[in-house]
């Protein structure tokens, strides 16, 4: 008797047409049946965002190299529910987001649709990750880190995560990584964040633009270090924001 | 020489016309100045999207009570970054949220626009807290509450909150609370999700419903336990999501 095969199923933020998800698509077909249910548009800065009241339409599209398509009229969040619900007939064994085009490092972890999605898929109870290259351009070259995805969806596949842990990855742009670091989310903010516009109206109106400011630039134990020397970084994400260790001293200031 | 009363400034997503936002400002006037800037529109369920590529205009509304009155066209993150960019001439001393009209308690906290704004408000260094009412309804009665609402806004601004970390507050409808409980975040999730429709094209679409599942329902560490038993809750949370005490589970699985 055959042994069934690991079913996949993969999202994105950068919608259906991305080159990211393409790629991604083809990896993890390697590793089993790989089914597809990406956002008909782009959905980045998505964060875990749903809809709340609003049709969510799935709409088929034909297969990729024995890839199911499917795109949802929604979030990366709103992307895997529908295919929990209407898509697959299985819980599936992994769920992958991305190759994101840009990064999610640092705190762009909380902004991003594609790890809303991954931590979506941790939240219902599904080994996930969400991976990212830090380079925004439709034409990025996804070939250099195609090796380090596989080793990490095989090792994923073999191994499953922590209970209510995912993980954000993140590849440097342009170059063939040195290698992969576990690490932590590097402390920092968003400076000079908009453009400022006047309307023909009269108006004021705002642009987002803005430079990321890394707090602990120096810091080896962050991920935002080892992807400015050429390295991959994985960081363990808990989708529950519940600050546990701090309990106590809530209790204090409140009681 | 006076000195400066506190700035405090208020937002949340189910918009600048909600019952629970008014509210808000009126119980925070007692503390200090209060600014407003809210989604002209509602924002429910956005969690921390923020608009990465449009317009978002500031529409200034007459003052109320000498409450500053803006809305934004955008989410609950982005009216936080406005209104540091574009409405106040200096940090605010206090970041307020809601009053969300519906429960933001155990994991509805990852998905809520109401929570989103605290956590930008903390993610920029000022203490910031999310208060919602477990009412949906648009005629929800805030005044039983209105009493603790502002024994924590008192707290809060005369000692700060630690590092990082902003309030999850949450009350029970219908009842003046019993009291209120510094907890963790119940485990849970969502399970019938979506109403099943076909579009007049003969096209599936998808709207969500849903009922949230309380893993836990037994346990007094948590949120659920003592909304249930007529309590508030109020849950320490950590915007940052990386999994600290999982790095090294991590490093080996990946090395």
Redesign the interface.
Known sequence: MLMDRPLIFITNDDGINAAGLHKLAKIASGFGDVVVGAPDAPQ????????????????AHPSEDGVRMFSITG?P?DCV??A???ILDRKPDLILSGINHGSNAA?N???S?TM?AA?EGC???IPSVGFSLLDHSPEADFEPLAPFVAD?IR??LA?G??K??C?NVNFPAGCTPEG?K????A?G?WTE??G??T?PHG??????TGKFHNDEPGNPDTDEYWLARNYGT???????????D??E???S???
């Not at 980045?44 to 709409?59: D, F, M």
């Open positions: 980045s800065g998505k964060s875990s965002a749903l809809t709340v009241n609003g049709a969510l339409e799935l709409i979030t969040v529910k529908v929990m619900h209407a705190v972890n909380i902004y649709g809303g931590m939240i219902i109870g990490i090792r994923v191994e995560l922590p209510d842990i993980l992969v576990v690490v932590r989310a402390r903010h964040e908009y400022d516009y309307s108006r004021p109106f705002y642009w987002l994985v960081v363990p994400i808990r989708p529950d924001q519940t600050a546990a701090q309990i001293a809530i209790k200031l409140i009681d």
